[in-house]
């Protein structure tokens, strides 16, 4: 419920005032001098002004002054029957919200009084957004300046508020879907609980409902104490599960279940354990298509994507590229005791053009590579990885070789591409070898002598 304040040294219009406005379902508080006002908006929090400029002795424009340095935001409506245009713009020039002369309407009143407490409600919706956007930098610096990621950033800020909403993260690896994941958790109601991950393709299918639910003693030849879940763990908190995508089918039932109630049972147990969980997952699988495929639940997938946010990948948000390349080059440089400062408009302009498949975390490990091998003070050309630094132009027209191929010959051309080929199926199976060399088609043993040869590993 909003207070409203009325300050006026006439009984009759302050009983008034309240008589329209509580109509409303506010609460309306009355002071008929100065002192009284700013003795109640000391007191209790207040909404809302109504002030008379005339005060008996006392000047209206002095209390709106008085008013506003104890609380800047206060929103104020003057009132007065003995308005001029002088004292009009005086009081709006002060930050006063709106001027009206008596006698008005109730009315009229009322939809001033609406329209205020509108606009005030709104200036404190902006107001908590960008404060949870600093602290968003703080804990869990999201670093660029691009249209897309700005918009990322307001749908962790929206959905943070609301600690029950289930979310879904989808992007490529790299990208940095376990970094909005902490995000969401440090800008919720949640953040002084713990932040539990678990990446789902890391552990064996026998193995991962144990880990989630925990098991009993005796639950089954290894199990020579009770160990509680990382449910049970993330009580209170947030879970984030990585790589959902890769689920067994299985898994997936149980933990639509668990969804649906809030409840569970270790592996062996009897009783039921309820939880206060938000889970939070992420895959970068096409999880309609796994649908279809059959190895992935309809159900499950409706039940996680409560609120969905997909994260682009970096060549789809280049305005992020050089933000990302400054924050890693500075970091590495601190920690390598480098002197890097700045990076050249020509090295700038090859990171930007490059289309980075490994994305974020690509970026990061050319960075940090740059300065364990230079020293600066500027990021140049050649201090780039060649393909970065010699990137290949399309097939040129009329016959012509394509790209630099005539100074680079077919072999470092040939090379250039399938390292590009390497790196991008690497991202898209989340560095998971077998998957890849699968992807590809060649042994698993080839795979990584060519991630040694291209230093991808």
């Known amino acids: 419920m909003e207070h409203i304040l009325?300050?006026?040294?006439?009984?009759?219009?302050?009983?008034?005032?309240?008589?329209?406005?509580?109509?409303?379902?506010?609460?309306?508080?009355d002071a008929a001098t100065g002192a009284e006002a700013l003795e109640r908006v000391s007191e209790q929090e207040?909404?809302?002004?109504?002030?008379?400029?005339?005060?008996?002795?006392?000047?209206?424009?002095?209390?709106?002054?008085?008013?506003?340095?104890?609380?800047?935001?206060?929103?104020?409506?003057?009132?007065?029957?003995?308005?001029?245009?002088?004292?009009?713009?005086?009081?709006?020039?002060?930050?006063?919200?709106?001027?009206?002369?008596?006698?008005?309407?109730?009315d009229a009143l009322r939809v001033i009084v609406k329209l205020a407490l509108q606009t005030g409600t709104?200036?404190?919706?902006?107001?908590?957004?960008?404060?949870?956007?600093?602290?968003?930098?703080?804990?869990?610096?999201?670093?660029?300046?691009?249209?897309?990621?700005?918009?990322?950033?307001?749908?962790?800020?929206?959905?943070?508020?609301f600690p029950e909403a289930t979310v879904l993260i989808t992007g490529e690896s790299g990208t940095g879907k376990e970094l909005v994941a902490k995000a969401i958790h440090h800008l919720s109601p949640r953040r002084e609980a713990p932040f539990i991950e678990i990446n789902c393709a890391s552990i064996p299918v026998n193995l991962l409902e144990s880990e989630l639910f925990g098991h009993e003693k005796g639950a089954f030849t290894d199990a020579s104490a009770r160990k509680p879940g990382i449910f049970e763990?993330?009580?209170?908190?947030?879970?984030?599960?990585?790589?959902?995508?890769?689920?067994?089918?299985?898994?997936q039932a149980k933990l639509l279940r668990v969804l649906e109630t809030r409840r569970f049972r270790r592996v062996g147990g009897t009783r039921d354990i309820e939880i206060d969980v938000r889970v939070v997952a992420a895959t970068n699988r096409n999880l309609k298509e796994a649908i279809r495929e059959g190895t992935f639940r309809e159900d499950l997938f409706y039940r996680l994507n409560v609120f969905p946010i997909h994260i682009p990948p970096l060549r789809e948000r280049r305005g992020d590229i050089p933000a990302l390349s400054k924050f890693?080059?500075?970091?590495?440089?601190?920690?390598?005791?480098?002197?890097?400062?700045e990076i050249s408009a020509e090295a700038l302009r090859?990171?930007?053009?490059?289309?980075?498949?490994?994305?974020?975390?690509?970026?990061?490990?050319?960075?940090?590579?740059?300065?364990?091998?230079?020293?600066?003070?500027?990021l140049l050309p050649e201090h780039l990885p060649a393909e970065i630094s010699q990137p290949l132009p399309p097939p040129g027209q009329s016959g012509e070789l394509p790209g630099n191929i005539g100074t680079i010959g077919l072999e470092r051309a040939i090379e250039k591409y399938e390292r590009d080929i390497i790196a991008t199926a690497l991202a898209k199976n989340d560095g998971n070898v077998l998957k890849t060399a699968q992807v590809l088609?060649?042994?698993?043993?080839?795979?990584?002598?060519?991630?040694?040869?291209?230093?991808?590993s």
């Not at 002030?51 to 800047?72: S, T, W």
Request: neutral net charge; hydrophobic residues 45%.
């Open 6 to 29: 009325i300050v006026d040294d006439e009984a009759f219009i302050r009983e008034n005032v309240q008589r329209i406005l509580k109509d409303d379902c506010y609460a309306v508080l």
């Open 46 to 106: 207040i909404d809302l002004v109504l002030l008379d400029l005339n005060l008996g002795k006392e000047n209206g424009i002095n209390v709106l002054k008085l008013l506003k340095e104890a609380d800047p935001e206060l929103l104020v409506i003057i009132i007065t029957g003995y308005g001029t245009v002088e004292s009009a713009v005086d009081a709006l020039k002060l930050g006063a919200f709106h001027y009206m002369k008596k006698p008005f309407k109730a």
């Open 122 to 161: 709104l200036k404190r919706e902006v107001r908590a957004i960008r404060k949870g956007e600093m602290e968003l930098f703080e804990k869990v610096p999201m670093i660029g300046a691009s249209p897309e990621l700005k918009e990322i950033i307001r749908q962790v800020s929206e959905v943070a508020r």
């Open 233 to 251: 763990t993330a009580d209170k908190g947030t879970l984030f599960l990585d790589e959902i995508g890769e689920m067994d089918p299985a898994m």
């Open 328 to 341: 890693f080059l500075e970091r590495y440089s601190r920690t390598f005791s480098r002197n890097f400062q």
């Open 350 to 378: 090859l990171l930007e053009a490059y289309r980075w498949p490994g994305n974020i975390r690509e970026i990061k490990n050319v960075m940090e590579k740059i300065c364990i091998m230079h020293t600066g003070p500027a």
């Open 441 to 456: 088609k060649i042994p698993r043993g080839t795979l990584r002598y060519k991630m040694a040869k291209y230093d991808l």
